[in-house]
């Protein structure tokens, strides 16, 4: 139990006591994921490890706040703590009971989630919107928090899902929301490497991790993602890695990295084109090629 | 709702002067309303006016002429008007690039019948900033004039690209203004050029900024107290609707990426925008962005490449203002009936205290009043839609 020691080591200066910590662990469980087809075990051994971390962060203070979502392509839920009211628990073999708690209702909600999401299964996980969703949480939790209280909230995204262009909008939106409001948004990819959600960790000083291992999700994340920013620096992590920042053009959603941007409203296109498609302004054709335009209102 | 519930900031501190253009300012026949009130009126104005679908003017190019004469050591804000001023352009400066990522923006001073240009039309906020805070040092003296300030920013803005953005904003403490010539024949070369002039007085309503501001296509308001202020100033930040006669053209850009090296050390390289530089020196440094054209390096983005020529920004960087082309769908508000029993965002369970909820008009998911102004004022993502592949994709294709 290395880690209790060492939260007690950083704790000893006096303006720490009422920090909390809230982590928002976000479960991307959609079961369209490549990895989860493959092996259905995958998905218990990756929830068990979640749950395991989840108690870890409890442990480390009892003021600590824990919330986790799980995300599919057609909806996002919190899974902890749950809709209505908390599952009573009574202690068995001697586990305390929070951690009880948190396990059950954490499988509880998910079975129930994904019981009721067999229908069509759509492999793309909307991770922006679920980030959304835990942002405006973390938002509530700082408006009702008593007086004189800190809280450091950071989000931990776990996904076995590839990147989608097609969220990039969502993505920045959500990724400068949380730089603005000191909320790290920490990446652990466990099956394709992810670039747009790496940018966002770089952006809220958060880490990124393509896991190398699947078997040892847990170690990592109480290696990696349990110490808390501040006590980051003070340990030897992953090397941060060169982030892509290239942008993606809204007629393909592709990574691009040289374009061409509508002077009116910035959209970037990845080859010239007579008509912005964002906000129908006609340009000026750069030769003598004459293209039959179509009408456009070219003012308000 | 009580009054006292109102947040007030700063009330206690501008005291009770002004309270009488408070009041003067209703004219809606309340006397009781408060300046909080006004502020908070026009702000959900301004939200339900914002559909996505107006043209905007996104590649702005704004001067600010500043009144540095005598009337701004007034002390009806406090400490004085133009320290109150400084600390907020201070803020204003950083939102400003913040939203408007590949804008220009300089800083022309008036006083003693001239203007005075303190920092020409550049990128980079910090250099503002400094040039602004330096300016409480500055003796305020004499009469500001007008004219003086827009001939200069005119001769300035006159040599952009026909698809720049000009704007012109005044911050006038001056209840007077001492021009050379007729100013009306300047009014009409800004109207003919499209710059949009704004103003924002600081004591009352002066009928030259009216006419300025008509005949431009800018705003024109006087401030109630330093809330009211701040509220005004910000509005700025928004990119304004593009102006009639602004071209629009395609601009080829280019998007560095930092070089990969896995693994091993980066060789030591050296920035172009160091290599002739006096006073700093050029320094060999690893890291940095590379042209995707030519290979040229550079420490800090957006840069225009002195190589080939290709502006060079961050790709986030020009993220930061797509909300204002696609805003998240207002939310209609509707009476809470015990339709739903947690806020879909925040989670949080409804009472008997909720009498409104908000509900969005794509994914028809319900919001509560916090979680309605924190999507529409930081996050622009509405979290029922975004999470959702059916409604995902109507937000994105309006
Ligand atoms: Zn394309
Ligand atoms: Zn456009
Ligand atoms: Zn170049
Ligand atoms: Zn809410
Ligand atoms: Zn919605």
Redesign the pocket.
């Known amino acids: 139990m290395n880690n209790i020691v060492l939260k007690r080591e950083s704790n000893t200066d006096f303006s720490s006591t009422d920090e909390t910590s809230l982590l928002v662990v976000i479960f991307d469980s959609n079961p369209g994921q490549q990895f989860l087809r493959d092996n259905t075990h995958v998905l218990t051994h990756c929830l068990d490890s979640i749950i395991a971390f989840s108690n870890a962060h409890l442990m480390q203070k009892a003021q600590n706040k824990l919330a986790v979502m799980a995300c599919h392509s057609k909806t996002s839920q919190f899974i902890f703590p749950g809709p209505g009211k908390p599952i009573d628990i009574r202690q068995t073999d001697g586990q305390y009971e929070i951690f009880t708690m948190v396990e059950k209702t954490i499988k509880h909600n998910l079975s129930k989630l994904l019981g009721s999401d067999i229908s069509n299964i759509l492999t793309e996980s909307l991770l922006a919107g679920t980030i959304a969703m835990a942002l ?1 949480y973390i938002a ?1 939790m700082q408006r009702i928090k008593s007086p004189g209280i800190k809280i450091n909230s950071r989000i931990l995204l776990v996904t076995g899902s590839s990147d989608s262009a097609s969220q990039y909008m969502n993505y920045m939106n959500v990724f400068f929301t949380a730089q603005k409001h000191n909320v790290v948004i920490d990446v652990c990819a466990l099956d394709q490497h992810l670039s747009l959600l790496q940018q966002g960790c770089d952006i809220t000083g958060g880490l990124y991790l393509k896991l190398p291992q699947l078997q040892g999700l847990l170690q990592y994340l109480l290696w990696v993602f349990l110490p808390e920013p501040p006590i980051r620096e003070k340990l030897v992590l992953p090397p941060p890695v060169k982030v892509d920042y290239r942008a993606a053009c809204f007629c393909h959603r592709e990574l691009i990295d040289i374009g061409f941007v509508c002077s009116v409203c910035l959209s970037i296109f990845c080859k010239f084109s007579p008509i912005c498609t964002t906000c129908h302004t006609v340009f000026k054709m750069p030769g003598p090629l004459a293209v039959k335009q179509k009408k456009k209102k070219l003012k308000l | 709702m009580g009054d006292e519930e109102e947040p007030k900031e700063y009330r206690w501190e501008t005291g009770y002067e002004k309270t009488w253009e408070a009041i003067k300012e209703d004219d809606d026949g309340f006397l009781e309303a408060s300046v909080a009130d006004i502020i908070q009126r026009a702000k959900r104005k301004r939200q339900t006016q914002k559909t996505g679908t107006t043209k905007l003017g996104m590649m702005r190019h704004l001067y600010i002429l500043l009144d540095c004469s005598d009337a701004m050591s007034s002390q009806d804000l406090k400490p004085t008007r133009l320290l109150c001023t400084i600390k907020l352009l201070d803020g204003f400066i950083e939102e400003f690039f913040d939203q408007n990522p590949i804008s220009q923006m300089g800083v022309i001073i008036m006083h003693n019948k001239r203007a005075e240009k303190i920092s020409d039309l550049a990128g980079n906020s910090h250099k503002h900033v400094k040039q602004i805070n330096s300016l409480n040092r500055t003796s305020l003296v004499g009469e500001p004039s007008i004219q003086n300030g827009l001939e200069m920013a005119l001769s300035s803005l006159k040599l952009l690209p026909t698809h720049a953005s000009r704007e012109i904003l005044i911050i006038m403490g001056s209840l007077t203004t001492c021009d050379p010539s007729d100013i009306n024949v300047t009014i009409e070369t800004l109207k003919q050029e499209g710059v949009r002039c704004s103003v924002i007085g600081l004591a009352a309503e002066v009928h030259v900024c009216r006419q300025l501001a008509n005949q431009t296509g800018g705003t024109y308001n006087v401030i109630l107290d330093d809330c009211h202020f701040k509220d005004l100033l910000y509005q700025q930040v928004d990119p304004p609707p593009a102006a009639v006669c602004l071209d629009s053209s395609l601009i080829k850009m280019g998007f560095p990426h930092q070089m990969e090296a896995d693994g091993k050390e980066e060789p030591l390289t050296m920035c172009m925008c160091h290599v002739d530089s006096v006073d700093e020196g050029s320094k060999l440094t690893t890291g940095g962005y590379y042209c995707p054209q030519c290979y040229s390096k550079y420490c800090e983005l957006p840069v225009e490449c002195r190589a080939c020529g290709l502006t060079l920004v961050s790709a986030p960087h020009l993220a930061r203002s797509y909300h204002h082309l696609f805003p998240a769908a207002n939310y209609t508000e509707v009476a809470f009936e015990k339709q739903v029993s947690l ?1 879909f ?2 989670q ?1 369970t409804f009472t008997e205290t909720d009498k409104q909820v908000y509900s969005c008009p794509n994914c028809s998911k319900t ?2 009043l ?2 309605d102004i924190f999507i529409h004022d930081t996050l622009h993502t509405c979290p029922g839609c975004a999470t959702n592949l059916s409604t995902f994709q109507i937000t994105h294709t309006s």
């Open positions: 405006c509530r | 806020c965002a925040c949080k919001f509560c916090d979680c």
